[in-house]
């Protein structure tokens, strides 16, 4: 299983994307984020009850502590709450999965407008954002493509793409995007002497 930030991921992205362009009218952008959202009040809000336990157990601790050193051990353990809280994984357990989704959402959205997909002639463009520190992925499909009409099998393969994401495994991801190309194809057939005007790299900053 490869993740999505390994040398090998930008391949596995780039083929599976050629794999609906070329059977297909639609273009796919996959973009790429660390995270969408830095959600900082959640450190300072683990740091401070981190703070507080730390504080109420030095002052009613029976044993006889240096009260001069109240002020730096609070500190600290305010510290060490934040820093705890601002790593992924126990970001991901803290913060709500409704915030995490809202978020990730917002982002994709505005991700589409600064792409530029929506200047694709044709209205086929596609964005899939996937943002990592989330492990969720969006799709923005401009107002050409027709999802609704492409029905259940669809459904599932999009998330089949959130799947591999909450699993942060691109190989998956490819697999799930190539499987979309026959349904896009039928749906938005391939035009004669279409032009490529979206990238197929991935846009990856992490």
């Known amino acids: 299983m490869s993740t999505f930030l390994a040398p090998r991921a930008k391949d596995a992205v780039v083929e599976a994307v050629r794999a609906v362009e070329d059977a297909s009218s639609v273009e ?3 973009a790429v984020r660390g995270r969408s959202d830095a959600y900082r009040d959640v450190d300072y809000l683990v740091g401070v009850f981190l703070a507080i336990v730390t504080i109420s157990i030095l002052i009613f601790h029976p044993a006889p502590l240096d009260e001069a050193l109240m002020p730096l051990e609070t500190l600290f353990a305010f510290l060490g709450g934040s820093m705890l809280a601002s790593i992924p994984a126990c970001k991901r357990v803290l913060v709500p999965g409704k915030r995490l989704r809202g978020r990730t959402l917002e982002a994709a959205r505005a991700q589409f407008v600064e792409s530029g ?14 943002s990592l520190l989330e492990r969720q992925a969006h799709m923005v499909a401009d107002t050409g493509v027709h999802t609704s009409a492409l029905g259940a099998a669809f459904a599932e393969q999009t998330q089949a793409l959130d799947a591999a994401v909450a699993q942060n495994d ?3 991801f490819a697999a799930a995007l190539k499987a979309m190309a026959p349904m896009l194809a039928k749906e938005h057939p391939r035009i004669r002497g279409q032009v490529n005007e979206l990238p197929d790299a991935p846009e990856v900053k992490a």
């Open 170 to 172: 691109v190989d998956a």
């Open 28 to 30: 796919v952008v996959v």
């Open 117 to 130: 997909i929506a200047r694709k002639r044709t209205r086929t463009g596609i964005l899939i954002y996937v």
